[in-house]
C-alpha cells in the first residue's frame, strides 16, 4: 500500500532540513539546519518537484516570523481533516449518540431479540450515512463554487460506498439471516444499490407503448436478473396483448416464472421440502427448453436460460448488470436456493481487464465471510477512522470478533475507538464525543483520555469549567489538580488574584492559595483596600485551605464588621485574630494600627482583660525585635509605636473606670 | 516564539539574540510552572526564561517579554541538550555537554526562578548530544533519563547510555547501555507510557530505531540496586537513506515523527498487531507559496468506483 505523502508548499529540500513539533491537533513542520560543525549537511535525495498524490495529510502556511529575507516560515500539516468538514458534524454527533446507545443497551437479552436489537443500530447507523449524503448532496447542488461541488460530490459518493459496505455487512454478519431469507436480503440489496438501470426502467415504463420500446426486452431482463418476478410477468403481459403469435411462448414462461419457489419470510418449509420443489421446477424450465418451445423467440429463450441459472447466459447481460456483486447475487438466485458459499468468479465478469478498485476488494473479502480483512481493507480506503471503528463496534457486540492481545488496545475494537476518539480531540468542540469513547475503552480509555485532555487549549474559563467538570466525574484528581493550577497561573500572572485564587481553592492547592492570599494583603497594604472583594466574603469553608487563606477571610471580615459598625464584634475578632496565631507576625503591626480608630472611639470597645491582650501583644512584637532592627526602624514606625502605648493606656484608663462604675460590666 | 491568534494563526511574538553561539535546542516546562523556557547553546551556558506579561499596549501590538531568570554556567563545554524532568518531579531540569557531563538542576521554590541548584552530576565518559527523560509518573518506576552521544572516533561504545535515579544512594547510576547502537546518536526520545510495564525509546542516529526496555523483576538480596532491563529492538528504519536528526512522539506515544538529512519528516506507527509501518511522509518541494489552501478531504480512492452510487440520490432508486 502507498504511502502518503505530503507537499509542504515552499519549503525548500535543497537548502534545508525540515524540523517538526508535535502539536495537539496538528504537527508543526518548519525550515532549519541540523549539524553541528557547521556546513551543509550531506547530499539528500533528489526530489526533483515531483507532485506525490494528496494523502490524508495536508499542509498549509501557518504563520510567517517577521522582518528579514531568510524569515522562517511556520507550516501546520493536520491529519484528519475530516472533522471539520461542517456536514460531516451530523455523522458524528448522531452516530455518538448510537454507539453509547449500543454500549448500555442490554446484553440480557438473547437469541432473537438481541439479534433484532443489534440489527436496528445497524440500520440506524445507515440512516445517518444516508441523511449525511442527502446533506452533501444538497451542499454539492447549491454551490456554484466548482472545486467545492466537486469536492462534495465525491464526498456524496464516498459516503454512498460507505453505506453499501455497511448494508452488506449488516445483511452477511449482523442479520446473518438462514439460506433464504438472506437471499432475499442481497437481493434487496442489489436493488436498492445498482441503479444504473433505473433511469432506464423509468423511461420504459413511462412510454405510452412499453411493448415497442426498444429497450424493452432490457428491461424484462433487469426484472429477471435481480428476481422481480411480478414486475417481469407484467410487462411480458403487455407484449402478449400486443403480440398475440406468441401468446403460448408467453403463457408457458408467465408459469414458469409464476411457479418458481422462492424463499419467502414467512416460509414454514423445511430445507428439504424447499430443495425437493426446486428440482422439480429446474426440471421443468430444463424440457420445456430442450424442446425448443421458445427457439423463436430469441428473447424469451434467454430468459429461460437465467432461470435455469446458465451462467453464459446470465453472463451476455454483463451490461444490464453493471456490477460484479450484482452477477454474483443473480447466480445465487438462480443457480441454489439455499445460498451456498460460492465462488466469487469476478474474473468471469470484468474479464480479465481491470483490476480491482478497494470498494471491490472490500465486498469480496465481505463475500468471503472475511470479516478481518473487511475491516483491514476499510481501514486503508478510508481517510478516518469513523467507518471500520463503529462498524467493528457493532461487530464485536455481535460477537464475533476474535481477540488478539496487544498493547494499543485490548483487541482490534478497542484500538480503532481508540484512534477515531483521538482524531476528535483535535477539533475544538468534536472533542466532547471522544470523551464518551474513552469511556467505552476498558484497557487503554482512561489513559488515553487523561493525556489527551492535559492537552485541550484552555482558551476560554468556560471551557477550562467542561474540561473540569468531566475529569471531576470520573475521578481524575491529578488533571484535575494540573488543570487548575496551570489556570491559576495564567491568572497570577496577569495580576488577575481573584482568577487566580478560586483556582487553588478548586485545586485544593494549600501552597499557591498561601501565595496568593499573601499577594492579596501585600495589595491591601500598599492600596490600602481589597480587590476582589466578592470572592473573599464568600469564602466559606475553602477558608480553612491554608492558614494565610483563613487569615485573609477573617481578617476581610473584621474590615466587613467595622464597616457596618459592629464594633465590639470586629475588636474581639481582630484580638482573635492574634492571640489565636492566624496572624502572620509580619501582620501584627498592621492590625495594631487597626486597632487604634476602635480604641479612639467615644464609646469604650476593648474590655481591660482585651486591652492588656492587645498591650501583650504589642509588647510581644516588639521584645521580638533585636537590637539592631530597632535601631534600624525609622522615626513613623518608633512613632507608631509610641501611639499604640498610649492609646492602649487611655483606653484602660477608662474601660477601668466603666467596669468599676458598672454592675458587671 | 511563535504565539497562536484567536483566529488560528500563528504570529512571531518575541525573537531576542541572547547567546553568544549558536543555539542548539529550546524546550518548554510545564504549562503549571507558567510560561517558561530553556535554551541551550554552544557558548557553554543553559538559560531559563520567563514570560512576563507586559503592558497592554505589547498584547495589541503582538509582542511578548520574556526575561532571563537564571544562567547555568557549570559546563566547560558545548551544552548540546537541556530538557525539563516530568512535572511529578517538581521543577527540574538536566543538561548535557560535548564533554559528556550530564548535569541535574532543580528549583526548590517554584516560584522563584532565578535559583537553582545543581543536584547532580553524571560522568557519561562519551560526548554527549542528546537526552530523555522517562516521562512516566508510575511510582513503580524510579526517575530515568536517556543520554544519547553522538562521539565519532571509530569504536564500537555504546552510544545510548540509560541512568537510573536510586532511592538508596540518592544518586543517578547507569542502569544499561544499549550495545547495539554504535553510530552517533542526534537525538533520543521516550514515549509516553500508557501504563504499560515497559518502556518504550526512539533513537535518532544513522537510522530510526525504536527499543523496548521491560524492567527485570529486582532481586529482593539487592541492597535496592539498579534495575535490570530486557531490551528488545521492535523497528529499525532507513527509509531517511541518511542520518536522522530528530525524533519525537505523539501525545499517546502511538506516533513516532522523524527528521533527517533527507530533508523529509517521516511518521512510524504501530499497527494493532504491533507492526510498525511509515504512515506518513512529508516534503519540501521548494515551490512559492500562494497563500494558504487547505485540500484533501476525503481520501478519493473510493469515490472513483460507483457512479451509480450516486443515482441513487436522484430517486431513482428501485424499491421491493
Known amino acids: ?665 | 516564539v511563535w504565539d497562536k491568534s484567536e483566529n488560528g494563526e500563528w504570529h512571531c511574538t518575541a525573537s531576542w539574540k541572547t547567546h553568544s553561539g549558536s543555539v542548539w535546542r529550546v524546550t518548554w516546562a510545564h504549562p503549571e510552572f507558567g510560561q517558561v523556557l530553556a535554551s541551550c547553546s554552544f557558548d557553554r551556558t543553559a538559560a531559563v526564561w520567563e514570560e512576563i506579561v507586559g503592558e497592554s499596549n505589547d498584547k495589541l501590538r503582538g509582542q511578548s517579554h520574556w526575561v532571563k531568570r537564571t544562567t547555568l554556567v557549570d559546563s566547560r563545554t558545548s551544552v548540546t541538550d537541556v530538557k525539563f524532568a516530568p512535572k511529578h518531579m517538581g521543577l527540574m531540569l538536566a543538561t548535557c555537554s560535548a564533554d559528556g557531563v550530564v548535569r541535574i538542576y532543580e528549583a526548590p521554590d517554584v516560584m522563584n526562578l532565578s535559583q537553582w541548584s545543581l543536584q547532580h552530576e553524571i560522568s557519561c565518559k562519551l560526548s554527549c548530544s542528546c537526552i530523555s527523560w522517562n516521562p512516566s509518573s508510575s511510582r513503580a518506576h524510579s526517575p530515568m533519563i536517556a543520554v544519547g552521544s553522538d562521539d565519532n572516533s571509530p569504536n564500537i561504545l555504546a552510544k545510548v547510555q540509560i541512568y537510573e535515579y536510586n532511592e538508596n544512594t540518592r544518586k543517578y547510576a547507569k542502569a544499561e547501555a544499549l550495545m547495539t547502537v554504535t553510530d552517533p546518536v542526534h537525538d533520543i526520545a521516550f514515549a509516553p507510557n500508557l501504563g504499560r510495564s515497559f518502556h518504550i525509546l526512539a533513537v535518532a542516529t544513522k537510522d530510526v530505531r525504536i527499543f523496548t526496555l521491560k524492567p527485570l523483576r529486582k532481586e529482593l538480596s539487592s541492597s535496592g540496586g539498579l534495575t535490570k532491563f530486557e531490551i528488545h529492538i521492535v523497528a529499525q528504519f532507513d527509509n531517511h537513506n541518511s542520518q536522522v536528526w530528530r525524533v519525537s512522539w505523539n501525545i499517546t506515544g502511538t506516533v513516532l515523527a522523524s527528521s533527517g538529512d533527507d530533508g523529509c519528516v517521516r511518521l512510524w506507527k504501530a499497527n494493532y498487531m504491533d507492526n510498525w509501518k511509515c504512515t506518513g511522509i512529508l516534503k519540501g518541494n521548494g515551490s512559492p507559496v500562494n497563500g494558504s489552501s487547505q485540500q484533501g478531504i476525503f481520501n478519493a480512492s473510493l469515490g472513483s468506483a460507483n457512479t451509480s452510487l450516486q443515482n441513487s440520490l436522484n430517486g431513482s432508486s428501485a424499491s421491493r
Open chain 1, 1 to 665: 500500500a502507498a504511502v502518503p505523502s505530503q507537499v509542504v508548499p515552499g519549503a525548500d529540500p535543497s537548502a534545508r532540513h525540515l524540523c517538526f513539533a508535535w502539536g495537539p491537533a496538528e504537527v508543526l513542520v518548519c525550515e532549519t539546519l541540523f549539524g553541528r560543525r557547521g556546513g551543509f549537511p550531506s547530499r539528500r535525495e533528489g526530489g526533483q518537484g515531483r507532485a506525490f498524490p494528496p494523502g490524508t495529510l495536508t499542509a498549509c502556511v501557518a504563520g510567517t516570523g517577521e522582518g528579514g529575507p531568510s524569515s522562517s516560515r511556520l507550516f501546520v500539516v493536520r491529519k484528519d481533516q475530516d472533522i471539520y468538514i461542517q456536514t460531516l458534524r451530523k455523522l458524528f454527533n448522531e452516530s455518538h449518540g448510537i454507539f453509547i446507545g449500543l454500549q448500555r443497551s442490554e446484553e440480557e437479552l438473547a437469541g432473537k431479540s438481541r439479534k433484532a436489537q443489534l440489527v436496528q443500530v445497524s440500520k440506524n447507523y445507515r440512516s445517518v450515512i444516508r441523511a449525511c449524503m442527502e446533506d452533501m448532496h444538497q451542499a454539492a447542488i447549491l454551490t456554484r463554487d466548482p472545486a467545492l461541488h466537486s469536492q462534495y460530490s465525491t464526498q456524496v459518493s464516498i459516503l454512498s460506498a460507505m453505506e453499501l459496505i455497511w448494508n452488506l455487512c449488516e445483511i452477511l454478519f449482523v442479520e446473518a439471516a438462514a439460506a433464504g431469507p438472506l437471499l432475499l436480503r442481497l437481493l434487496d440489496w442489489v436493488r436498492l444499490h445498482v441503479c444504473d438501470v433505473d433511469n432506464m426502467v423509468h423511461e420504459v415504463l413511462s412510454s405510452e407503448n412499453p411493448s415497442k420500446h426498444e429497450l424493452f426486452w432490457n428491461v424484462v431482463d433487469v426484472f429477471v436478473l435481480q428476481g422481480r418476478m411480478d414486475e417481469a410477468r407484467h410487462l411480458l403481459s403487455k407484449e402478449a396483448s400486443a403480440n398475440p403469435t406468441l401468446v403460448n411462448m408467453y403463457k408457458i414462461l408467465d408459469d414458469l416464472m409464476k411457479k418458481m419457489p422462492v424463499p419467502s419470510l414467512g416460509n414454514t418449509q423445511t430445507l428439504t421440502e424447499m430443495e425437493l420443489k426446486w428440482q422439480h421446477w429446474h426440471e421443468e424450465c430444463q424440457q420445456y427448453l430442450q424442446d425448443g418451445t421458445f427457439a423463436s423467440n430469441s428473447h424469451m429463450e434467454s430468459i429461460c436460460k437465467i432461470l435455469l441459472g446458465d451462467e453464459d447466459a446470465i453472463l451476455e447481460k454483463k451490461d444490464l448488470m453493471t456490477t460484479w456483486y450484482h452477477f454474483l447475487v443473480t447466480r445465487l438466485l438462480y443457480s441454489h436456493p439455499t445460498v451456498k458459499p460460492m465462488e466469487l468468479r469476478m474474473d468471469l465478469f470484468l474479464g480479465g481487464e481491470s483490476s480491482p478498485e478497494p470498494l471491490d476488494t472490500i465486498l469480496m473479502a465481505a463475500f468471503e465471510f472475511e470479516l478481518h480483512q473487511v475491516i483491514k481493507e476499510c481501514s486503508i480506503a478510508l481517510s478516518n477512522w469513523w467507518f471500520v471503528a463503529h462498524l467493528t463496534d457493532l461487530l464485536d457486540h455481535c460477537k464475533l470478533l476474535q481477540s488478539h492481545n496487544l498493547y494499543f488496545g485490548s483487541n482490534m475494537r478497542e484500538f480503532l475507538l481508540l484512534e477515531y476518539a483521538s482524531g476528535l480531540f483535535s477539533h475544538h468542540s468534536l472533542w466532547q464525543l471522544g470523551v464518551d469513547y474513552f469511556d467505552h475503552c476498558p484497557e487503554y480509555g482512561r489513559v488515553y483520555l487523561e493525556l489527551h485532555i492535559e492537552r485541550i487549549p484552555l482558551n476560554t474559563e468556560q471551557k477550562a469549567l467542561k474540561v473540569l467538570r468531566i475529569c471531576e466525574q470520573r475521578q481524575m484528581h491529578e488533571q484535575v489538580r494540573s488543570i487548575c493550577k496551570i489556570m491559576a497561573m495564567k491568572a497570577l500572572r496577569n495580576n488577575r488574584l481573584g482568577s487566580a485564587l478560586s483556582w487553588s481553592i478548586r485545586a485544593k492547592d494549600a501552597a499557591f492559595a498561601t501565595l496568593i492570599s499573601d499577594r492579596f494583603l501585600k495589595d491591601y497594604c500598599e492600596s490600602g483596600c481589597f480587590s476582589d472583594l466578592d470572592l473573599i466574603d464568600n469564602l466559606g469553608p475553602s477558608m480553612l485551605l491554608s492558614d494565610r487563606l483563613t487569615f485573609l477571610g477573617k481578617y476581610r471580615e473584621f474590615h466587613r464588621l467595622y464597616g457596618e459598625k459592629r464594633f465590639s464584634e470586629a475588636a474581639k475578632l481582630l484580638l482573635m485574630l492574634m492571640t489565636a496565631h492566624i496572624a502572620p507576625c509580619s501582620f501584627w503591626m498592621t492590625l495594631l494600627t487597626d486597632a487604634l480608630p476602635l480604641l479612639e472611639q467615644k464609646e469604650v470597645i476593648f474590655s481591660a482583660e482585651q486591652t492588656y491582650e492587645l498591650m501583650r501583644c504589642l509588647e510581644d512584637l516588639t521584645a521580638g525585635k533585636s537590637d539592631k532592627q530597632k535601631f534600624q526602624d525609622d522615626d513613623i514606625e518608633t512613632m507608631k509605636v509610641e501611639m499604640l502605648r498610649l492609646a492602649l493606656a487611655r483606653n484602660l484608663a477608662r474601660v477601668i473606670v466603666k467596669e468599676g462604675t458598672l454592675e458587671g460590666s
